[in-house]
């Protein structure tokens, strides 16, 4: 009992983290509600997450299309992705085709722009197929040094656990050459964008679009660490030296050991030696006796 009370107090909570709306199909809603939410600028309506406000009759409707691979609130009936030339927008109220420039398009929804005729070469991490949409019209990122260009500050906070910190992000955004160009927000023209370690405002000004807190360019976090050629050398001969040094170690011991094994033996044949002398001498007295007794004898 209280197990599910808490798992129903825990799910209120997460509906209300993630602002959806609760309604299920078939439930009366209005359009006019439809927004993004201030603060993380996702998008909500007075429907569940599963479903959308149709415009036709004012009622919740399963959504009729998926933006993401894995959406969020899903069971096992996903609605279908949008093919090549078509998007899904926000609400999932259907497949749409592609957007004109100049015409409408949703914050950070680069993708519903058709691309220009020279998307390859204007085509960069900052927008995508050289579309960019800012202040909710599609642009063209083709703007060239110099020339005036448009910028888009988005502001995203996220309030953190109750009472913990509050965390803010701003992502500036515009319709400059990217990445060799940015827009300079005193001139309001494409700048060149400045290389790693020049001191920077936002990431949009970095060449790498990366800027650390204490103001300059920097490769961004997931960049694999570059190890110098310096610093292969010194590990290679650090490695090299190590196993040298075990071997002449090694050596050093076994001509120890074989040393005190010889000086062993050594000993032992000399201690040999002298055991056969003293017999021999021992022998030749003993004969020398015998010889003078004999001829004692014979006397
Ligand atoms: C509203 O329209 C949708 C299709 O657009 C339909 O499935 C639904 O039954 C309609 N609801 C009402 C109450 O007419
Ligand atoms: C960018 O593309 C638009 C549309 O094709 C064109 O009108 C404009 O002149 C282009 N701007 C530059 C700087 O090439």
């Known amino acids: 009992m209280l197990a599910t009370f808490f798992l129903l107090g825990l799910a209120t909570f997460c509906f209300e983290l993630i602002g959806a709306g609760i309604l299920g199909p078939g439930s009366p809603c209005s359009t006019a509600d439809n ?3 201030p603060l993380s600028h996702k998008f909500m309506s007075e429907c569940a997450e599963q479903n959308f406000c149709s ?26 992705l949008c093919s090549p030339g078509t998007f899904c927008p926000d609400d999932g109220s259907g497949c749409k085709p592609l957007v004109l420039l100049g015409e409408g398009c949703e914050l950070n929804r680069d993708e519903q722009c058709a691309p220009p005729l020279d998307w390859d070469d ?3 991490a900052k927008n995508f197929n050289g579309s960019v949409c ?23 906070i996220d309030l953190g656990p109750a009472g913990g910190q509050q965390y803010t992000y ?43 807190s204490p103001g300059y360019c920097t490769d961004p976090p997931e960049t694999p660490t570059r190890v110098a ?14 196993m040298m040094a075990t071997c ?21 044949y000399y201690e040999q030696i002298s055991l056969r002398r003293s017999i021999i001498a021992l022998h030749a007295a003993a004969a020398d006796r015998h010889l003078v007794e004999k001829a004692d004898h014979n006397m």
């Open 248 to 268: 002449m170690m090694l050596i050093l011991l076994h001509k120890r050991h074989r040393y005190s094994h010889y000086k062993d033996i050594q000993e032992y």
């Open 122 to 124: 204007l085509a960069s």
């Open 134 to 156: 800012l202040h909710s019209t599609c642009m063209y990122a083709n703007v060239t040094l110099g020339l005036p260009c448009v910028t888009d500050n988005t502001t995203y």
């Open 35 to 37: 927004h993004l939410d």
């Open 229 to 242: 050629p310096w610093q292969y050398a010194i590990t290679v001969s650090c490695i090299l030296g190590a």
């Open 170 to 212: 701003t992502i500036t955004r515009d319709n400059c050459h990217s990445p060799q160009l940015y827009c300079d927000p005193t001139s309001m023209t494409c700048a060149r964008a400045k290389p790693l370690g020049a001191i920077c405002a936002s990431d949009n000004e970095c060449e790498t679009s990366t800027c650390a």
């Open 55 to 80: 415009a036709l009759n004012g009622t919740c409707v399963p959504r009729l299309c998926r933006r993401d691979e894995f959406p969020f609130g899903f069971g096992d009936d996903l609605p279908p």
